[in-house]
């Protein structure tokens, strides 16, 4: 049953909405947040490294391992929107033969 939790915004200010939330939080929802902005990151600032491996590494280097993140259970959704964010800062295609390489 999805939630009936709402938010307004108005003007940059958020207000809640008039009925309550009827789930738990989930648990490490705050750590999949930064971890996906993180290597939305590092996905930045190494183009040529494949996105699954920057998320098994910060995984690997930052997560503690005796305390696994029920919100990080597939890691594939963070690599795939490390992926897409970086093919939208790539350039444009050439369209026709008259273009300059770098």
């Given at each position: 049953?999805p ?7 108005l003007?940059?200010e958020?207000?809640q ?5 009827i789930q738990?939080?989930?648990p ?10 993180i290597?939305?990151e ?16 910060l995984?690997?280097?930052?997560l503690p391992v005796?305390?696994?993140c029920?919100a ?7 690599a795939r929107?490390?992926?897409?964010h970086?093919?939208?800062?790539r350039p444009?295609?050439p ?8």
């Amino acid at each position: 049953m999805p939630c009936p939790a709402t938010v307004r915004e108005l003007a940059s200010e958020f207000s809640q909405g008039l009925r309550e939330h009827i789930q738990p939080p989930q648990p490490g929802s705050d750590i999949a947040a930064s971890t996906a902005c993180i290597v939305k990151e590092k996905a930045r600032e190494k183009p040529f490294q494949t996105a699954g491996s920057i998320v098994q590494d910060l995984i690997r280097d930052y997560l503690p391992v005796d305390e696994p993140c029920p919100a990080l259970k597939v890691t594939d959704y963070i690599a795939r929107n490390a992926n897409n964010h970086r093919q939208k800062r790539r350039p444009k295609d050439p369209v026709d033969l008259d273009f300059v390489l770098k």
